[in-house]
């Protein structure tokens, strides 16, 4: 992969004197969807798919970024001077926010740089391309600069950029997990005090399977904000009548006690899936150091239900391809993963099953949905490198 990016870079910028070679991950999250702004607790992974990035600084303060997934768009140039986000800049927005962000921290990028990256994360399938892209840039220009910031600062870099340059409200759980990404390991991360453990994922006779819908989806005009918002309007009210700082705080029982302060039944439905899912994903990492595979998955499994039902972000793409999956003998979990509206699931599948589920569940999809699903047997990596 070196070699080929390495070439390319040559091929659109000259040469390859000084340019260095970089990869980010993307991620999957095993558990814990949309709790991560609601002050929760999230379990992702980092993968060992993820964004090659092949960089060299300038003398002077011009950037020119190059996508072999985004070919027919060409070099795109820009400068550091009055970074702003831009319609025609397109994917770009993402390495300029981040520039952007570092010196919003008071980081003075002194000169400009020849970007080319190549993605094999599937695009749009919400395994995190725009968070890799940012945390690789982030890597990129502490290593290019030298800048003091640690490997959570980029994380951090990159969320506040995805905040305020982007204007997609995520929470901190895509950016972190590639960022602090290990490999066997998953995430246990309280997103309400950044505080966080290394769990070993140990799936004995099983992998991890994604299956993508291949239904684009776009964050940022899609319903994330809206439900963001709904649930921000629940804990307010739920502030009324009892000291909480989030949903995240709240247990199952504590939920029941005091939902009658939500005033409408919608915003109820999304609070009981914040405050659930927080406690599932705790269960969850607890049943994993049991070494209970089957409790995991059969908790994957309410986290689907309860994004379809309660939050209402799965879609007939996602149900269809969950729903298909849990029919498989073999198959210990299977739920939605990332925002929702189109992207992809995760399934544990026994490893002997891996075939008959991927052959099963593609044909029902094709079927019922009147184009192909595809499939992804990922492995668990570190987060970002240089090459």
Same mark, same amino acid.
């Given at each position: 992969?070196?070699?080929?990016?390495? @070439?390319?870079?040559?091929?659109?910028? $000259?040469?390859?004197?000084?340019?260095?070679?970089?990869?980010?991950?993307?991620?999957?999250?095993?558990?814990?969807? &949309?709790?991560?702004?609601?002050?929760?607790? %999230?379990?992702?992974?980092?993968?060992?798919?993820?964004? /090659?990035?092949?960089?060299? !600084?300038?003398?002077?303060?011009?950037?020119?970024f /190059?996508?072999?997934? +985004? #070919? &027919?768009?060409?070099?795109?140039?820009?400068?550091?001077?009055?970074?702003?986000?831009?319609? #025609?800049?397109?994917?770009?927005? /993402?390495?300029?926010?981040?520039?952007?962000?570092?010196?919003?921290?008071?980081?003075?990028?002194?000169?400009g740089?020849?970007?080319?990256?190549?993605?094999?994360?599937?695009?749009? *399938?919400?395994?995190?391309? *725009?968070?890799?892209v940012?945390?690789?840039?982030?890597?990129?220009?502490?290593?290019?600069?030298?800048f003091?910031?640690?490997? @959570?600062?980029?994380?951090?870099?990159? @969320?506040? *950029?995805?905040?305020? +340059?982007?204007?997609?409200?995520?929470?901190?759980?895509?950016?972190?997990?590639?960022?602090?990404?290990?490999?066997? &390991?998953?995430i246990?991360?309280?997103?309400?005090?950044?505080?966080?453990?290394?769990?070993?994922? &140990?799936?004995?006779?099983?992998?991890? %399977?994604?299956?993508?819908?291949?239904?684009?989806?776009?964050?940022?005009?899609?319903?994330?904000?809206?439900?963001?918002?709904?649930?921000?309007?629940?804990?307010?009210?739920? !502030? #009324?009548?009892?000291?909480?700082n989030?949903? $995240?705080?709240?247990?199952?029982?504590?939920?029941?006690?005091?939902?009658?302060?939500?005033?409408?039944d919608?915003?109820?439905?999304?609070?009981?899936?914040?405050?659930?899912?927080? !406690?599932?994903?705790?269960?969850?990492?607890?049943?994993?150091?049991?070494?209970?595979?089957a @409790?995991?998955?059969?908790?994957?499994?309410?986290?689907? =239900?309860?994004?379809?039902?309660?939050?209402? %972000?799965?879609?007939?793409?996602?149900?269809?391809?969950?729903?298909?999956?849990?029919?498989?003998?073999?198959?210990?979990?299977?739920?939605?993963?990332?925002? $929702?509206?189109g992207?992809?699931?995760?399934?544990?599948?026994?490893?002997?099953?891996?075939?008959? +589920?991927? #052959?099963k =569940?593609?044909?029902?999809?094709?079927?019922?949905?009147?184009y192909?699903?595809?499939?992804?047997? %990922?492995?668990i990596?570190?987060?970002?490198?240089?090459?």
């Amino acid at each position: 992969m070196k070699e080929k990016i390495l @070439q390319k870079f040559g091929e659109v910028f $000259g040469d390859t004197t000084g340019a260095r070679t970089y990869f980010a991950p993307g991620r999957v999250n095993l558990i814990g969807e &949309h709790t991560d702004y609601n002050g929760g607790h %999230v379990f992702p992974c980092a993968l060992t798919i993820g964004t /090659y990035g092949v960089a060299r !600084q300038r003398a002077d303060r011009k950037l020119r970024f /190059y996508s072999m997934n +985004f #070919e &027919h768009l060409g070099v795109i140039e820009s400068s550091l001077d009055g970074l702003k986000p831009e319609k #025609e800049a397109d994917w770009t927005n /993402y390495p300029k926010g981040v520039m952007w962000a570092f010196e919003k921290r008071g980081f003075e990028i002194p000169y400009g740089m020849d970007l080319l990256l190549f993605g094999n994360i599937p695009n749009g *399938s919400g395994l995190s391309s *725009s968070a890799s892209v940012e945390v690789l840039t982030g890597f990129i220009l502490r290593d290019m600069f030298g800048f003091d910031v640690t490997n @959570q600062d980029l994380a951090l870099i990159g @969320q506040y *950029s995805e905040n305020n +340059f982007n204007g997609v409200n995520c929470g901190i759980m895509d950016q972190f997990a590639i960022a602090m990404g290990k490999k066997d &390991h998953a995430i246990f991360l309280d997103t309400a005090d950044l505080s966080f453990e290394y769990a070993p994922i &140990h799936l004995e006779g099983a992998k991890i %399977v994604i299956a993508c819908s291949n239904k684009k989806r776009g964050l940022g005009d899609s319903k994330y904000n809206e439900r963001r918002s709904e649930c921000e309007t629940a804990l307010a009210e739920i !502030q #009324e009548v009892v000291g909480i700082n989030s949903l $995240g705080d709240l247990t199952e029982e504590q939920f029941e006690q005091y939902k009658s302060a939500i005033k409408d039944d919608v915003r109820t439905k999304r609070a009981k899936h914040a405050v659930y899912e927080n !406690q599932r994903t705790i269960k969850a990492v607890a049943a994993l150091k049991a070494n209970d595979i089957a @409790q995991f998955g059969q908790l994957m499994n309410a986290s689907h =239900v309860s994004l379809r039902d309660d939050y209402e %972000v799965t879609g007939i793409e996602l149900d269809t391809l969950v729903e298909e999956a849990w029919k498989v003998d073999g198959v210990i979990g299977s739920r939605m993963t990332g925002a $929702g509206f189109g992207g992809c699931t995760v399934s544990i599948v026994k490893t002997e099953a891996i075939d008959g +589920f991927i #052959e099963k =569940v593609g044909a029902e999809y094709l079927k019922k949905i009147g184009y192909a699903a595809d499939f992804y047997v %990922v492995e668990i990596g570190d987060g970002p490198s240089l090459i």
